[in-house]
């Protein structure tokens, strides 16, 4: 009795252990090009306009990843994922307030069920599909490389032997480590940490999401950085909710409508400056 008890305990701790680990990576990479949500599309969107009516949601975010989410001069936390949130917010009629934290307590928050959703630019994954649920996705990235102006660095294979600035617990860390390990990884809390590094020599490159990139160089001017390389692991962002939520199919639904009227796309022209690629 005694040994099958301890076999349980064992398998348990396993599977915990399994779990977290397929976790702790954002950004692209092992992704999938479709959301595995818990209710599909609705197949007319108007059906749930007003759905969540006087409901209040607890939206875990990391908010340092812009331009999706972050806060600007006056400390309010604006972006790509924060309009897409209130133009559903006025759709399906409930109201929100934003829990920020890191990206791998952001993870284990909604797999737990300690907040209703996850939002903030989080891709979508098989690993993650096993133990949550996606949205539709909402937006295609790609991997690619920040380095200085003058950098001889080109491409991935240039990489070899670098320093490479990264921020911690993304896919392009773990992709870096298995296709590059004579490079030398410097983690740091956020990307434009990351980027600095690199701005002010002590890094050769950086490597992240490219709309991150091209964000912090259209705000950094004086940084004299550029990407480069191709484009790898491409990938797509969804909104992240507990396995089995209810409210996956709701926002499946405002996602369908405001890509109809063509509020989303006003959304993307706002931070990408151009119309997303059909």
Same mark, same amino acid.
């Given at each position: 009795?005694?040994?099958?008890?301890?076999?349980?305990?064992l398998s348990a701790?396993?599977?915990?252990?399994?779990?977290?680990?397929?976790?702790?990576?954002?950004?692209?990479?092992?992704?999938? #090009?479709?959301?595995?949500?818990?209710?599909?599309?609705?197949?007319?969107?108007?059906?749930?306009?007003?759905?969540?009516?006087?409901?209040?949601?607890?939206?875990?975010?990391?908010?340092?990843?812009?331009?999706?989410?972050?806060?600007?001069?006056?400390?309010?936390?604006?972006?790509?994922?924060?309009?897409?949130?209130?133009?559903?917010?006025?759709?399906?009629?409930?109201?929100?307030?934003?829990?920020?934290?890191?990206?791998?307590?952001?993870?284990?928050?909604?797999?737990?069920?300690?907040?209703?959703?996850?939002?903030?630019?989080?891709t979508i994954t098989?690993?993650?599909?096993?133990?949550?649920?996606?949205?539709?996705?909402?937006?295609?990235?790609?991997?690619?490389?920040?380095?200085?102006?003058?950098?001889?660095?080109?491409?991935?294979?240039?990489?070899?032997?670098?320093?490479?600035?990264?921020?911690?617990?993304?896919?392009?860390?773990?992709?870096? +480590?298995?296709?590059?390990?004579?490079?030398?990884?410097?983690?740091?809390?956020?990307?434009? +940490?990351?980027?600095? +590094?690199?701005?002010?020599?002590?890094?050769?490159?950086?490597?992240?999401?490219?709309?991150?990139?091209?964000?912090?160089?259209?705000?950094?001017?004086?940084?004299?950085?550029?990407?480069?390389?191709?484009?790898?692991?491409?990938?797509?962002?969804?909104?992240?909710?507990?396995?089995?939520?209810?409210? #996956?199919?709701?926002?499946?639904?405002?996602?369908?409508?405001?890509?109809?009227?063509? #509020?989303?796309?006003?959304?993307?022209?706002?931070?990408?400056?151009?119309?997303?690629?059909?």
């Amino acid at each position: 009795m005694k040994r099958n008890f301890m076999k349980k305990i064992l398998s348990a701790l396993t599977v915990t252990v399994m779990a977290t680990s397929m976790l702790l990576t954002a950004g692209c990479g092992s992704s999938s #090009t479709s959301s595995n949500s818990s209710a599909a599309s609705s197949s007319n969107p108007e059906d749930y306009a007003n759905a969540l009516q006087g409901k209040k949601l607890q939206i875990a975010c990391d908010v340092s990843f812009v331009p999706f989410m972050f806060p600007d001069e006056n400390n309010q936390y604006v972006g790509f994922d924060v309009d897409l949130l209130n133009a559903m917010s006025d759709y399906l009629g409930f109201t929100y307030e934003l829990q920020p934290m890191e990206f791998t307590a952001l993870l284990s928050s909604v797999q737990a069920k300690k907040v209703d959703l996850g939002s903030s630019g989080i891709t979508i994954t098989d690993e993650r599909k096993k133990v949550m649920d996606f949205s539709d996705p909402y937006y295609d990235s790609a991997t690619q490389i920040l380095v200085k102006d003058d950098s001889d660095i080109k491409d991935f294979d240039d990489l070899h032997g670098k320093t490479v600035s990264m921020k911690i617990g993304t896919a392009p860390v773990k992709y870096i +480590e298995e296709h590059y390990p004579d490079v030398n990884i410097k983690e740091f809390n956020t990307s434009d +940490e990351a980027y600095l +590094e690199v701005a002010r020599g002590s890094a050769d490159a950086s490597v992240f999401e490219t709309p991150n990139m091209l964000y912090y160089i259209k705000q950094n001017p004086n940084s004299h950085t550029k990407v480069v390389g191709t484009k790898i692991n491409a990938c797509q962002y969804g909104i992240l909710f507990p396995k089995h939520s209810e409210l #996956t199919k709701y926002f499946n639904a405002a996602l369908a409508k405001l890509k109809a009227d063509g #509020t989303y796309d006003k959304i993307y022209e706002k931070w990408f400056g151009e119309a997303p690629q059909q």
